[in-house]
């Protein structure tokens, strides 16, 4: 789909790309309803650098839920951008756009792209306020990488969110986790893949250690394992199970309502097929409102190599 109108407020991920290549939506979202009443939509924008250009944009593969499917070349869906006006010059795709083919409006979609040097920007917003100017997703947002570089073997996300307010690591509520954490994992092969994950708790202040979790039995780590399809693509919510204390509590005295600044998630694949994966963390203040005035999230791209928890074996 083309667009006539540049968007001055577009907040995203910005690449450029020459010659030809390849770019990966690990997220693309098709007004899909949310918490507290948000509503996520992808935005795709790719820019012509020299606008005498000839680019083409193909999309390659389709990773859904139930499983998607590799375009056939001569079937794939296509975007020609021709001329030196803006509708030859900027491509604004939606998630219904990258999405078209399927019943899905949650997955990821590869794109190859042709013919020139192209800057390429990506988000997804909460649009739960509405869009403007055509359909343009007008909201909070959180950026959405489009490289193309894929993991293989271990890797980790770098960080998801913990507890900020006591006690809500001992007396889980709805509205009491500021934190909202999603883990998404794509598969662009065609076999399945499992991927298991274990997480590492950081403490109050940064560099704090926080021990083995408290659990019964005790020692139990929090962990999730996940098979996801050919050409698969999964989003879950993530939160803590297991209760944990400081680690460093000069009295060694149990303290279950320290708060707890946040967790690294390992990944272990089991097998040496490329993936992607990330978290979408979405901060939600005012927790005793009920609803939060706003949904703020963070999109955190995973990164090769395991980090071991501090007792594993």
């Known amino acids: 789909m083309l667009k006539a109108t540049i968007t001055s407020f577009i907040l995203g991920f910005c690449c450029t790309v020459s010659a030809q290549q390849t770019i990966v939506l690990p997220a693309v979202s098709d ?20 606008p005498d250009d000839e680019v083409t944009v193909r999309r390659l593969w389709v990773c859904v839920e139930s499983g998607g499917f590799a375009e056939e070349p001569e079937d794939a869906v296509t975007w020609d951008m021709s001329g030196t006006d803006t509708r030859g010059r900027i491509l604004q795709l939606l998630g219904a756009d990258l999405l078209a083919g399927t019943d899905a409006s949650l997955g990821a979609v ?8 192209v800057i390429v920007n990506a988000r997804v917003a909460d649009v739960s306020n509405g869009t ?18 894929f993991l293989v073997g271990p890797a980790h996300l770098p960080w998801v969110g913990g507890c900020l307010n006591i006690p809500c ?19 662009p092969n065609p076999e399945s893949l499992v991927l298991d994950g274990v ?19 005790p020692g139990e780590r ?40 946040g967790f690294i998630i390992s990944l272990t694949p089991d097998s040496d097929l490329p993936y992607y994966a990330y978290a979408s963390v979405v901060f939600a203040p005012d927790p005793e409102l009920g609803i939060p005035a706003f949904n703020d999230p963070l999109f955190i791209p995973a990164r090769p190599g395991f980090v071991a928890p501090f007792d594993w074996e």
């Open 31 to 50: 007004n899909v309803h949310g918490v507290n009443g948000s509503v996520w939509a992808t935005e795709l924008q790719i820019i012509k650098l020299n």
């Open 110 to 117: 590869a794109l190859e792209i042709e013919g020139g040097e």
């Open 132 to 149: 403007m100017q055509e359909g343009t997703p007008f909201g909070q947002g959180q950026l959405i990488p489009t490289g193309d570089e």
């Open 169 to 187: 690591n001992v007396i889980p509520r709805e509205n009491w986790n500021y934190y909202r954490n999603n883990i998404g994992l794509v598969n």
């Open 199 to 217: 997480a590492l708790a950081f403490g109050g202040w940064p560099g704090e250690l926080v021990a083995t979790p408290l659990s019964d039995p």
């Open 222 to 261: 929090d962990t999730f394992s996940k098979v996801v399809p050919a050409f698969g693509w999964t989003q879950f919510s993530w939160r803590f199970e297991g209760i944990y204390s400081h680690n460093l509590n000069p009295w060694g005295i149990y303290q279950p309502d320290f708060p707890l600044a």
